[in-house]
């Protein structure tokens, strides 16, 4: 099998997937895979990006959704030609997270001929998205695709994530006082002045937060944009600051915090909620105890930094946890994912679907 699934996964990577027209490539290479294994998949857009749904099993039995995205960040062209060294298939998207996706597109095959469990496949296009509306999985949950409990195949090093951070996106405008570049003393470079200002964003009360799963917040610096010239003081400078907080904190209390802050206008980019789930749910102890039967070390639980589109699901009150293969360097120049760890969660989540639990552990 794990020759198959390196495969899927390498021809997924192949892909560069932070371009819709290589997505809606992508898309179809994925309909057509799993049409050709009797396996019929429907597809439409949200925002020119596709949503795909399949499923497999009795309508009748207890539903799980297994959830993925196929769009990933920009990465340098290279980074687009899969390699295998050793134990790690190197690639965007290797860990976030084709690797997951070839697993639960064959997981989805292997399901298909029984009738415990209805297994459903959704597949969005936007998950990396800074878009607040209209987003894939949004799309797809309010269009019924629903269940007892949902799997999002994010990376969580096998680890169970229950928890996830907000999002909480910022423009902060900041002004300065013109000047020519040979006198800047004359001046008040608001650069500099942004600088400033994300470091004090840096030092606010918010920031040294911390709960039983997340050492704290996380604050980046993601865009900066300064100066009409190069003989000039900037007057003007606009930063985009990306604010994940945590479950038990008020994004409205963040938000005046960083309103607070002087000669700085603040503008709101887009929220996300942070993701919470019971970890004592049978769903989630049959997914724990399937994965604890397959590899070392405690499966329970993890608090997930990145925000988590389980969201969608959770806002219409099915369970939904993150769980993904071994890896590390999502988002980053050096992306991998461990072969091994990728057979272990087909395994993982084979034995978790045959041992399903009834519908009514959880009434």
Known sequence: MSGELVALATRLIGYDTSEPEAVLEAAGFVKGWLEARGIEASHDEVRGLPVMRAEVGSAEAPTVILHGHLDVVPGRPGQFDPRVEGDRLYGRGAYDMKGALAVMLLTTAAMRDQDRVRVRLGIVGDEESEEGAERGS????????????????????????????????????????????????????????????????????????????????????????????????????????????????DPASLLDQVRGLPDTEVTPLFTRPPAVVDRDLAFVRALREAAAAHHDGEPMSVGRDGASDAVSFLRVGVPAVEFGPVGEGHHGPGEWVSISSLETYRQTLDSFLRAIPDRDRDD
């Open 138 to 249: 949004d799309h797809l949950v309010d269009g019924g695709f629903l269940g007892d409990f949902a799997i999002t195949g994010e990376p969580t090093d096998l680890q169970i994530g229950v928890e996830a951070k907000g999002v909480l996106a910022l423009r902060l405008e900041v002004s300065g006082v013109a000047a020519h570049s040979a006198t800047p003393w004359l001046g008040d470079n608001a650069v500099l002045k942004a600088l400033d200002v994300f470091r004090s964003i840096e030092s606010l009360p918010f920031t040294r937060h911390s709960s039983e799963l997340f050492d704290r917040p996380s604050v980046n610096l993601g865009r900066i944009w300064g100066g009409d010239a190069l003989n000039k003081v900037p007057d003007r400078c606009a930063i985009d600051v990306d604010i994940r907080y945590l479950p038990d904190q």
